[in-house]
């Protein structure tokens, strides 16, 4: 946020030195990026009048211009301005002038032309960055007559990091409120004196909210007679001190209410606006509209747009239609003021990739109060600038007016977080400069009402911070932090945490670590859904919602390593997830890319989905045997965005359910670029703390030798592993120690529709040896167990 100083001082009373102020404002929180002069004395520059212009004989875009500056000799220039014409008068700096930035002009000689100055721009005397051509000056000016006669004197133009809880200092009022609370002063803000006409605004235009949830405000007024034209030498002043570029009196206008008020205002030419009504909707998909910088856009039906019966006429909250934009001929104007919620607008300007001073203060939050008095300042100065009538009255669709929150605090829980002793009464003052109502007070505490336009302050201890920063953040006493021992507590948590972290980096896993805020683009790969937390100030599009899985910022990092040539990782987080109402869990999540548990010699060899799925599977199975889950089993997932159709297991531990883990779908794969299988898997991580510290049952070393088998079983494509178990333990006998699946083939011999999947199966008696024969029978027994079950074939050979 910039502004300059003068502007400041309109609207509030105060003495203090530049660095006095800069040093109050960044210790109540408004931290100042920089202070910079414009203008100057522009010592030697003086008012320059073009007699003659010539064409460069050795450049096609330069030209060669006689220059009268009051002397009793003319000057010849070159100059590439594309206004330059004979009679225009503009700033003219000699051989010898020093020009802001500290640069000489010298004698120059340019493309085999002698140059004996330069006609200024304004950036080039430091009066902001407009190069769009040369400094324009009144036709009647004398040659010869000093810039510095003409212009106001230098500007101190502040520049300020505003946080995103504080969208109210996004305004030039905002920030007189906060110098008016600093100082103990008074604001003052402008008078609006609007007239108005027998003609009332409701028979020109109709507004219908088809969106209310989106648009919770609209205003509209009209006004007639406006004749376009330049801005006032003042308001131009105070706009490109601010970086914006002047265009005409309307749009500067809104352009600077903007500015003042936090609001963003947008003025359409009402002739083009068919039948005169306005009608906020949500736009169609791939519906095709041109903003203002003249670029079609294609629409969804996220994005919210103003429009007429026929057609879409601005993009709510980010920018104008070129189809309804104030024109040199426009005389009727419509003028909209309204409020449009964070998310829509957030979503709208990072879709499109287009972000504006309003989207800027729309995503951050404005005072839904107070929109139809920046609608009535912007209509006043219209009637004031520009000569516009404006109609009788206002379309104010607000269904549901904003309410107050009202707040109780403390004074014992104010001193004792802030570690200071502040008298009551110094805190109801403070209060007072911040225009916070005092409902009730006594000794022990107050209740407060909260204005509207601080949307930040919400709980007690926003309340405390208020105090705090307007008491005198520097006022606060150095104390060296007071460690607590609580008698009868236990760190067990803690430990079983480390514990599992020091399994995850045993089985050759790396930890990473993410920030908890996301973006809904990024949750959206791996499934909507509607119960996700939305931060009400969020710092950037980009980190606009809470998460509520680890998988999404799992696969993000994978697919970041894989862009810098990282092939094969095996990473896990441990973290917290979000649902609506901030309700938290914490997980586990872990991530498989490449082939990390092949051989070197083997590492050329192209991956399988089996191969990554089975490698995750198994580090999950032995991370949860080391921290002492039991009865480890899988079942089939449905319905899980986040992975490949029919490539999702549920992880059990009898009845409960652990977590989840797949493959993940090809859509996110491919937004990082991963060609490749990649499984990632994502637990509750209390279940795998619970039985840390227990100590397990021992068994006595077998003493009697075991004896291994294997069937290769043919099945459909359908059937899983969790059958074949199922059907070998339903009449296993309890000489079967281990069942494994060692081999997973689809190929020669095979038929289409069908795989063969090999097991490995232990037998050992813990009571005497066994003979073939008896191991034999059970495993023919499985075997037929199995065939039966599934309608498996025993693969031969």
């Avoid at 640069?103 to 006609?119: D, N, P, Q, Y």
């Avoid at 957030?346 to 609608?375: C, M, P």
């Avoid at 049952?697 to 088998?709: I, W």
Wanted: aromatic fraction near 6%.
């Amino acid at each position: 946020m910039k502004f300059p100083l003068t502007w400041l001082k309109e609207l509030v009373d105060f003495e203090d030195t530049l660095e006095g102020l800069s040093d109050k404002l960044t210790f109540a929180g408004l931290e100042v990026e920089q202070i910079e002069t414009i203008g100057g004395t522009f010592d030697g520059v003086v008012v320059g009048e073009i007699t003659a212009v010539e064409p460069h004989p050795n450049a096609d875009k330069l030209r060669l211009c006689t220059v009268e500056y009051g002397s009793d000799e003319t000057m010849r220039v070159v100059c590439g301005a594309p206004n330059v014409a004979v009679g225009g008068k503009h700033p003219f700096a000699p051989v010898g002038t020093t020009l802001p930035g500290g640069f000489t002009l010298k004698k120059a000689k340019i493309r085999g032309e002698v140059s004996m100055g330069m006609l200024c721009a304004k950036d080039e005397l430091g009066l902001g960055n407009d190069h769009a051509g040369l400094m324009e000056l009144d036709a009647t000016t004398a040659p010869g007559t000093p810039l510095a006669d003409l212009l106001p004197k230098p500007e101190s133009v502040f520049e300020l990091e505003i946080t995103p809880n504080r969208p109210d200092c996004l305004s030039i009022i905002g920030i007189a409120r906060e110098v008016a609370a600093i100082y103990g002063s008074t604001l003052k803000l402008p008078t609006i004196e609007l007239n108005e006409s027998d003609e009332p605004a409701e028979s020109l235009i109709t507004v219908s909210v088809e969106d209310a949830e989106r648009c919770p405000r609209y205003t509209a007024r009209v006004l007639k007679n406006a004749t376009v034209g330049p801005s006032p030498d003042w308001m131009k002043t105070r706009l490109e001190a601010c970086g914006i570029r002047s265009i005409n009196n309307l749009v500067d206008i809104t352009n600077y209410v903007l500015l003042e008020t936090g609001h963003p205002l947008h003025a359409f030419d009402h002739t083009l606006l068919k039948n005169g009504k306005i009608i906020v909707r949500r736009a169609e998909q791939g519906e095709k509209f041109t903003t203002l910088d003249e670029t079609e856009r294609e629409l969804t039906t996220e994005m919210l747009v103003i429009a007429d019966p026929e057609k879409a006429v601005a993009l709510a909250g980010v920018m104008g239609g070129a189809n309804t934009e104030i024109k040199d001929n426009t005389s009727t104007v419509l003028l909209e003021s309204a409020a449009f919620s964070q998310s829509g607008i957030r979503h709208t300007a990072k879709t499109l990739g287009l972000s504006t001073d309003s989207s800027y203060r729309f995503q951050r939050g404005i005072n839904t109060d107070s929109v139809e008095w920046a609608s009535r300042r912007a209509a006043a100065l219209m009637n004031e600038l520009a000569g516009a009538t404006v109609c009788a009255g206002v379309i104010d669709a607000y269904p549901a007016p904003k309410t107050k929150t009202k707040i109780t605090v403390q004074w014992a829980n104010i001193c004792k977080l802030i570690g200071l002793e502040i008298p009551a009464e110094k805190m109801l003052h403070i209060f007072q400069t911040l225009e916070i109502a005092v409902i009730e007070n006594d000794d022990l505490g107050a209740t407060l009402e909260i204005p509207t336009f601080r949307d930040d302050l919400t709980r007690e201890v926003d309340i405390i911070e208020e105090i705090a920063r307007m008491n005198g953040v520097d006022k606060i006493p150095e104390k060296l932090p007071i460690a607590q021992i609580i008698g009868g507590t236990h760190d067990d948590r803690t430990r079983a945490i480390s514990t599992c972290r020091r399994n995850l980096a045993g089985l050759g896993a790396r930890e990473i670590l993410n920030y908890t805020l996301v973006n809904h683009p990024l949750l959206d790969l791996f499934g909507k859904n509607d119960d996700r937390e939305e931060l009400p100030h969020p710092i950037s599009a980009d980190q606009s919602v809470l998460r509520t899985s680890l998988i999404p910022q799992m696969i993000e990092s994978l697919g970041r390593n894989k862009s810098r040539q990282i092939n094969q990782a095996v990473f896990f987080e441990i973290g917290r997830t979000f649902t609506q109402g901030s309700v938290q869990t914490e997980k586990v999540c872990l991530g498989v890319m490449g082939t990390p548990g092949r051989a070197a010699l083997d590492s050329q060899r192209a991956n399988s989905e089996e191969e990554t799925f089975l490698w995750l599977k198994g580090l999950v199975i032995n991370l949860l045997t080391a921290q002492k889950v039991a009865k480890i089993k899988f079942q089939t997932l449905e319905n899980a965005p986040a992975f490949q159709e029919g490539r999702a297991l549920k992880i059990m531990s009898g009845k409960i359910q652990l977590g989840v883990i797949g493959l993940i779908n090809s859509k996110a794969r491919k937004n990082w670029r991963l060609n490749d299988p990649i499984a990632s898997a994502e637990l509750d991580l209390e279940p795998l703390l619970s039985n840390v510290w227990k100590t397990g049952t021992v068994q006595e070393v077998p003493l009697y030798p075991s004896m291994e088998r294997d069937y290769a079983f043919i099945v459909d494509e359908a059937v899983q592993h969790q059958e074949i178990l199922k059907a070998i333990n339903g009449g296993a006998p309890a000489e079967l120690e281990k069942i494994e699946l060692f081999d997973l083939f689809r190929g020669k011999g095979i038929e289409k529709g069908q795989k063969s999947m090999a097991y490995k199966f232990i037998f050992r008696s813990r009571k005497k040896t066994l003979t073939d024969d008896k191991v034999n029978k059970y495993h023919e027994a499985i075997g037929k167990r199995v065939s039966k079950a599934t309608g498996a074939t025993i693969r031969e050979g």
